[in-house]
């Protein structure tokens, strides 16, 4: 089972989406096989997530109304075997925080092209399949050979009208859907990258 965590700012909008979309996704899709947790840079413990993201994960099918905030900490990075933020800055203060994450940390903007240039895989992923794509991922970020996104970060819709919100939960499923596909994988289109 692939552990992945994900970052946000203060773990009450977009990561906690972003938990609820990665983990239907697994459910359906791959068997089961990523354990996600969430967490914020900035969190405070134990808040709800905002009102509108639950609203507008539940248009969509998901349930995170019972989602509690956790602060991000190095323990967290090392327990995951991926770790995904919403933006660059939250990238960058995961691998301040946790230098020996830092190769396994990516924005959802920056994995997703990346998985797109992987080749694909036949049959169900299993652990050290997902593992290989991730290791894969980070080499070629390193050699620069991954396609850069021109913006890698997930906008933030704290304080902003629903459509907002509306907008990010959007955005957030369609690129967790291509990283689905990406790590299993699968072909991710050029218009997803």
């Known amino acids: 089972m692939l552990r992945v965590l994900l970052v946000c700012t203060g773990n ?33 413990p134990g808040s709800g997530a905002t009102e ?7 248009e969509r099918g998901i349930d995170i109304a019972a989602h ?3 602060p991000f900490a190095p323990e967290l990075a090392e327990w995951a075997d991926v770790v995904i933020t919403m933006t660059a800055e939250q990238r960058d203060e995961v691998a301040d925080g946790a230098p020996s994450a830092a190769t396994k940390t990516f924005t959802l903007k920056e994995l997703v092209p990346i998985l797109g240039e992987l080749p694909p895989e036949e049959g ?3 652990r050290e399949s997902l593992l290989a794509r991730i290791a894969e991922a980070d080499r070629l970020r390193r050699e620069g050979a991954a396609p850069q ?3 890698e970060d997930v906008a933030d819709p704290l304080g902003l009208s629903m459509e907002a919100y509306r907008a990010a939960a959007w955005e957030i499923e369609e690129l967790i ?8 994988g699968q072909p991710v289109s050029a218009e997803e990258a």
């Open 52 to 58: 509108e993201a639950v609203a507008v994960a539940a």
């Open 124 to 126: 169900q992923p299993s």
């Open 177 to 184: 859907d291509a990283t689905v596909r990406g790590l299993a």
């Open 68 to 70: 509690l905030s956790t």
């Open 149 to 151: 996104p021109a913006d």
């Open 12 to 44: 009450i909008c977009r990561s906690p989406m972003a938990l609820g979309f990665l983990e239907e996704r697994s459910r359906r899709l791959l068997g089961g096989a990523l354990q996600v947790r969430s967490a914020g840079t900035w969190a405070r």
